[in-house]
C-alpha cells in the first residue's frame, strides 16, 4: 500500500475530491475559528462597550449623585439588579452570539458549507485500540502537538508582554480619575484579543496551508486508479443504453 501511494502522481479526480470531501477528508485548521471569534469578539466589544459604559456611568452617577434622596426599599434594589442584568445582557448577548456565528462561518468557509455525513460513520474503527495508538504516535499527532507548544507559547508570550505594559500604566504611580481606571482595563483587554488575534491568524494560515498541501498530496492517484474510475464511468454511461435496448 505504501508503494502504491508512491507512485500515486496523477492529480485527482473530481469523483475522488468529493468523496473524500463527504468522508471529512479535507483542509482544515481549527486556529481559523478561534481568530474568527477573537475577531468577532474584538469587533463587538469595540462597539457594544462604549454605548454600554455610558449608560452606567450615568446611572452610577444618577446614584451617587443623590445618595441623601436614595431610600433602600425592596423596589429600589430590585430596579438596581434590572438594570445591572440588563446593561450585562447587552454586553454579553451579542458577544457570544458573533463569536458563535464567526466560529460556524469560518467552518462553513473550511467545508464549504457541504454536509460531510460519511464522516461520522465507522465510529467503531475509531474505538480500535491498535488505530488509536497509531493515530496517537503517527506524524499528524506530532504536527499537532508542535501546534498545540506554538500556541502555548505565543498565549505565554503576550500574556508576558501584556503584563510588562500593564505594570508600567502610570495609572499604578498617579492619582488617576475613577473614569481612567475603566478605560485602562478595557484598552488592556482590547490590545490583548488584537495581539491574539493577530498572532493566531499567523499560525492558522501556516497550518491550513500545511493541511492542504497534506490533504492534497494524500489525494493523488495512481495511473492504474485513473484507468480503473475511468472505465467504471464509461461503463456507467453505457450500462442505461443497454438497458433500454
Known sequence: MAEDRENATEEPSEKRLSEAHEKGQFAQAPEIQLVAGL?????VLLAVV??????????????LGHLNEFQLTSEA??????MGFSSICMFLIPLLLSCMLAGILAGGLQSGFRLTMKAFENGAEKLDIVQGFQRIFSAAALVKMGLD???LIIVGTLVYISLQEILSDPIFFTPVPPVRLGEFIFGSAMAMIFRLAMAMSALALIHYIYQKAKVHKGMKMTHQEVKDESKQAQEGNFFPLEFKK
Open 50 to 63: 462604549p454605548a454600554v459604559s455610558a449608560k452606567m456611568l450615568l446611572f452610577a452617577s444618577q446614584v
Open 39 to 43: 475577531v468577532a469578539g474584538y469587533l
Open 149 to 151: 507548544f506554538i500556541k
Open 77 to 82: 434594589v430590585t430596579g438596581a439588579i434590572a
